[in-house]
């Protein structure tokens, strides 16, 4: 196993999914009519 540098961030995915759902939370609706209109160009 790779050791980690000290004082390197300890960032779990757990902790990333916590963190950054928040932020895509709501959002499936505009991303894929989003998606629609580029694929209709």
């Known amino acids: 196993m790779p050791r980690k540098p000290q004082g390197a961030p300890a ?17 499936r609706d505009v991303a ?3 998606i629609l209109e580029a694929l209709s160009q």
């Open 11 to 27: 960032t779990g995915v757990d902790v990333l999914l916590k963190v950054y759902a928040k932020c895509i939370d709501g959002q």
């Open 32 to 34: 894929n009519g989003r």
